[in-house]
């Protein structure tokens, strides 16, 4: 069992920066893939971006390449989402999630464990 809470999330301009944290609560936090998704009004949960335990392999939503980076501190049960060049589009409530998975995982059904959210902004 792992809880997790966002934080970070806020108004920002286009162009500007955000980091999201995700504080998680439990046992074996390396055992797990984390992963960040987010939902815009009106649309499905897509998603943003995954690390493995280890925080060696990371996996992106294209939109999201070069602009977006995902990390860990295992040490302190955290996973962050650094989010540069934001744009108007990046809007959305942003999702931290967690599975146990050897491998990253990029589907919505493969994660059990979700925070509440966080919401991000971008005005243009």
């Known amino acids: 069992q792992v809880q997790l809470v966002e934080s970070g999330g806020g108004l920002v301009q286009a162009g500007g920066s955000l980091r999201l944290s995700c504080a998680a609560s439990?046992?074996?936090?390396?055992?797990?893939?984390m992963g960040w998704f987010r939902q815009a009004p009106g649309k499905g949960r897509e998603f943003v971006a995954a690390?493995?335990?280890?925080?060696?392999?990371?996996d992106y939503a294209d939109s999201m390449k070069g602009r977006f980076t995902i990390s860990r501190d295992n040490a302190k049960n955290t996973v962050y989402l650094q989010m540069n060049s934001l744009k108007p589009e990046d809007t959305a409530v942003y999702y931290c999630?967690?599975?146990?998975?050897?491998?990253?995982?990029?589907?919505?059904?493969?994660?059990?464990?979700w925070g509440q959210g966080t919401q991000v902004t971008v005005s243009s």
């Open positions: 439990g046992r074996h936090f390396s055992s797990y893939v």
């Open positions: 690390i493995n335990g280890k925080g060696d392999s990371t």
């Open positions: 999630a967690a599975t146990l998975s050897l491998a990253v995982v990029t589907g919505v059904n493969e994660y059990g464990y």
